[in-house]
């Protein structure tokens, strides 16, 4: 990967968040390897050094409007406190978070960009994962690990527990919505959706009670 620190809010000076919404939405209308930096520094209405003083590469460009989508992201770390009780309603919380974010058009629109590149340009892969779902995966992760910990799971690999409950949150309506298939999931096909994967994972990983 080209390089450059993640973008966010927080680190984020006015004129790098008016070249990161320009690339996004150049990305998003034309595809990434129809853009080029030069594009990109017209539509932001900077010059190409301001666009290199901030973003050493295309990619790492990209891996900023990935993180700045990201950031919108409800699933927060406050989300997974080691320890709430509630496992049952911990998890719907988590679920619905992920899936709604998931199913978000600007999260979807990002996502199809990647998937229909990656295979020229495998570097969006790696941004994307390392500025996208991997983040929510070592969120996950810990917060297994700190279950297992208090005796309430009993998952041998975190890391194992954590993909199989995101996989089972991707299917059905999130793989239709990737695809742009009408009609848009529904509220009670989202609920029935993250239920069906909370169950399912507890009966795999929920430690027997007593």
Known sequence: MGGGAAFSRSDGS????????????????HGYGAVSMDAIARAAQVSKATLYAHFAS????????VAEVGSDNPVAG?????????LLGQLRRIGHSALHFMLRERT???????MAETARFPELGRV?????PQRFRQMFQTWVAGQVA??????????????????LLRCGVFFRASLS???PPTDAEID????????????????PAG
């Not at 998952?155 to 954590?162: K, L």
């Open 14 to 29: 006015p004129k790098r968040r008016q070249i990161v919404t320009a690339a996004e939405r150049l990305f998003l209308a």
């Open 58 to 65: 295309k990619d790492a460009l990209f891996a900023g409007v």
């Open 78 to 86: 406050d989300l997974f406190p080691t320890d709430n009780p509630d």
């Open 108 to 114: 979807l629109s990002i996502y199809r960009v990647t």
């Open 128 to 132: 994307f994962y390392e500025n996208g």
């Open 150 to 167: 208090r005796g309430v799971v009993t998952a041998e690999d975190p890391s194992i527990a954590s993909d199989q409950f995101m996989a």
């Open 181 to 183: 298939l009408q009609p």
């Open 192 to 207: 029935a959706t993250v239920e069906a994967a909370v169950a399912t994972w507890l009966k795999a990983f929920a430690a």
